[in-house]
């Protein structure tokens, strides 16, 4: 009998589906195979047991995460710092979710697979450089707005 674990490449594709609270992760091997999931909580002790879980199944050839500008941006920023290859996964089709039922470990493992197949390409928002200071400026200018018109409804 041939042992599987041998014709593996040692590398991986990690596949997360975001929430506010916690995170859930499947890691995928090069031939689709799912090794395993793990649910993290969403703070800096989560990401870095996140991180050494994935760790432990070969060399990460990149993180697909659903929601990279939302739920998933500390994730996304976590994982850049750590010289990780990041991209955004995208939502599922919604049709497909409907007809395949809706969990969150399906959506963390489609993630991956949309990674590993190539469909999901796109590299997040670094949310820096001059296009996030103006838009932090914007930011804080509509909040001075609003801010300045409740004054002025009080007096």
Same mark, same amino acid.
């Given at each position: 009998?041939?042992?599987?674990?041998?014709? @593996? #490449?040692? $590398?991986?594709?990690?596949?997360?589906?975001?929430?506010? $609270?916690? $995170?859930?992760?499947?890691?995928?091997?090069?031939? +689709? +195979?799912?090794?395993?999931?793990?649910?993290?909580?969403?703070?800096?002790?989560?990401?870095?047991? !996140?991180?050494?879980?994935?760790?432990?199944?070969?060399?990460? !050839?990149?993180?697909?995460?659903? +929601?990279? /500008?939302?739920?998933?941006?500390?994730?996304?920023?976590?994982? @850049?710092?750590?010289?990780?290859?990041?991209?955004?996964?995208?939502?599922?089709?919604?049709?497909?979710? @409907?007809?395949?039922?809706? #969990?969150?470990?399906?959506?963390?493992?489609?993630?991956?697979? #949309?990674?590993?197949? /190539?469909?999901?390409?796109?590299?997040?928002?670094?949310?820096? +450089?001059?296009?996030?200071?103006? @838009?932090?400026?914007?930011?804080?200018?509509?909040?001075?707005?609003?801010?300045?018109? #409740?004054?002025?409804?009080?007096?």
């Amino acid at each position: 009998m041939t042992d599987l674990t041998s014709t @593996r #490449s040692g $590398h991986i594709v990690v596949g997360v589906d975001t929430h506010k $609270h916690i $995170h859930v992760a499947a890691v995928m091997d090069t031939v +689709g +195979g799912i090794l395993s999931t793990l649910t993290i909580p969403t703070d800096t002790g989560g990401f870095r047991q !996140l991180l050494a879980w994935a760790e432990g199944f070969g060399r990460i !050839l990149a993180f697909g995460i659903e +929601g990279t /500008g939302s739920y998933g941006a500390t994730l996304t920023s976590f994982l @850049r710092r750590h010289d990780i290859k990041v991209v955004e996964a995208g939502r599922p089709d919604r049709r497909l979710r @409907r007809a395949n039922g809706k #969990s969150d470990t399906l959506d963390a493992e489609n993630a991956a697979r #949309s990674v590993l197949a /190539g469909f999901a390409t796109a590299i997040p928002k670094t949310a820096d +450089g001059a296009v996030e200071m103006i @838009r932090q400026l914007k930011v804080v200018h509509d909040s001075a707005v609003v801010n300045r018109s #409740s004054t002025m409804i009080m007096m």
